[in-house]
């Protein structure tokens, strides 16, 4: 067991930045909603680790369109601002883990002592556009041998021509209402899109209170400004994700023009 303790130590000391940069192969990633169009078929980037507690498997750009749009550097920059979140991501997975430091009583405790239960990361993306914007959405599946796993997300969204990552409040004019308007929008369709049985009023209330935070994964498609709310977010478990596709002529009062 020390001999094994001691190579899941250095397994995770050799684990970092360039370790993902080299862990790289072909893949093919659907997009999981009809509001995505795929940007374009851009060369995909694969890191997986198998060990006896756990198994993480992540896909992330290694190129995207700002290379033809905004240059080589803006590309770089927006594939490493990425690659570094694939990066922070599997570090706080093992982190959380704390699989180099497992006892064997602990093993036998969690069920690991077996083959059949493992920890579980799961990364994939997928890419939209609007005339404007290039996003990468990722949805990330992690299993903690709880009764269920969960599903949560990133989004980045990139001016087409600069290649600046913008926020939320960056799609919006000065001194806009944004979030009052997307806090109550939200709120009406999520009363139509949820399942009456599962539909939660104090759910749906906090999930979308007007803060930044409550709309942080969003991106835009060819007309709408998508909105993403993770298991748990504005709704019970059962109901899962719940993606808003919010028509841009509806914002056009609050968005910049640019965006609209």
């Known amino acids: 067991m020390r001999s094994k303790i001691i190579a899941t130590v250095a397994i995770i000391a050799i684990l970092c930045s360039a370790a993902l940069y080299l862990f790289l192969k072909p893949s093919t990633v659907n997009a999981p909603t009809d509001t995505v169009t795929d940007a374009s078929a851009q060369p995909v980037g694969h890191y997986e680790e198998h060990e006896s507690y756990y198994d993480i498997d992540a896909t992330f750009p290694t190129v995207t369109p700002l290379r033809e749009s905004a240059g080589a550097k803006a590309d770089e920059t927006a594939v490493a601002t990425m690659r570094s979140y694939i990066i922070n991501t599997v570090e706080q997975f ?125 991106f835009l498609d060819p007309t709408s400004l998508v909105i993403i709310f993770p298991p748990y977010a504005v709704a019970p478990y059962a109901a899962g994700t719940q993606t808003l596709a919010i028509p841009r002529t509806e914002l056009q009062s609050v968005l910049k023009l640019k965006y609209q």
């Open 94 to 218: 093992k982190k959380d883990g704390n699989f180099a430091n497992l006892t064997p009583e602990d093993t036998k405790t969690l069920g690991l002592d077996t083959t059949e239960v493992k920890y579980d990361l799961q990364i994939n993306y997928y890419s939209a556009v609007s005339p404007h914007t290039v996003s990468y959405i990722f949805e990330s599946y992690s299993y903690t041998l709880g009764a269920h796993g969960n599903t949560f997300y990133r989004t980045f969204t990139f001016d087409i021509n600069t290649g600046k990552e913008l926020l939320l409040v960056d799609l919006f004019a000065a001194n806009a209402a944004y979030l009052d308007t997307l806090s109550v929008t939200s709120r009406d369709m999520l009363l139509k899109n949820i399942d009456e049985n599962l539909y939660n009023a104090d759910f749906a209330i906090d999930g979308t209170t007007p803060i930044n935070k409550s709309f942080a994964n969003f």
